[in-house]
């Protein structure tokens, strides 16, 4: 099937520094990408849909000047947690919509952002 | 949007048999049913889809009932390995993101 990766796995940064997490579809070209955000215990919770040459759509309450997305080509989205926060902790995952008519989505492996 | 009710958690040994429902009332004519499953720290996993009637991989069965407000994933002889989170959601064909409910928390006890 279908792998997307996500880069770096885990991170840990200083209280004000950015961090960028990348997200590439390794075998096919996406259009289309997602990203969520997941507290402990919790489910996944969508930030923004990040489309290929336009601007990310954000869900209400992500703040879009904070989490910057970009959508440069057609295999890679990053998403950049500026000034990052220990309330900005938690677990990154993105997903990578495929080209076809159906709506199959396939997931990364996540990022562990962890914010001291 | 179409929401999805689960159980919170449940409990299983190895070797058994494991039914998950999940209620879907508001389902729209489009919507296929999808579970996927997640590990601590991992990104969800494709499970299985179906539309109507009962649909069989090699991983699980999903059994929809005609009225389709309901689906039952069923996994056959569970080991320890697949202690997880799974997750209903209902797929149409736009192009939109996946709604995640609370899922159903599967714990496998030897």
């Known amino acids: 099937g279908a792998v997307v990766s996500q880069h770096p796995s885990w991170v840990i940064c200083k209280s004000g520094t950015s961090v960028k997490i990348e997200c590439r579809s390794l075998d096919f070209q996406a259009t289309t990408m997602f990203w969520y955000r997941q507290f402990p215990k919790q489910s996944l919770m969508l930030m923004a849909t990040?489309?290929?040459?336009?601007?990310?759509?954000?869900e209400q309450g992500v703040e879009k000047d904070k989490f910057l997305i970009n959508h440069a080509s057609l295999t890679l989205s990053t998403l950049t947690v500026t000034s990052a926060h220990p309330e900005d902790s938690s677990f990154y995952i993105c997903?990578?919509?495929?080209?076809?008519?159906?709506?199959?989505?396939?997931f990364g492996p996540g990022t562990r952002l962890t914010v001291l | 949007l179409a929401k999805t009710t689960q159980p919170i958690s449940m409990d299983s040994y190895e070797g058994q048999e494991v039914n998950i429902t999940c209620s879907h009332n508001?389902?729209?004519?489009?919507?296929?049913i999808t579970w996927y499953q997640q590990f601590p720290s991992q990104g969800p996993r494709f499970i299985i889809q179906g539309y109507k009637t009962k649909v069989t991989n090699e991983v699980a069965s999903l059994f929809i009932p005609a009225d389709r407000k309901s689906s039952t994933l069923s996994l056959p002889r569970v080991s320890l390995s697949d202690t997880a989170v799974y997750y209903c959601?209902?797929?149409?064909?736009?192009?939109?993101?996946?709604?995640f409910g609370s899922g159903t928390r599967l714990q496998v006890q030897p």
């Open positions: 508001n389902i729209a004519t489009n919507d296929y």
């Open positions: 959601l209902l797929m149409d064909t736009g192009r939109r993101a996946l709604t």
């Open positions: 990040s489309n290929e040459g336009s601007k990310a759509t954000y």
């Open positions: 997903s990578a919509q495929g080209q076809g008519a159906w709506n199959e989505q396939f």
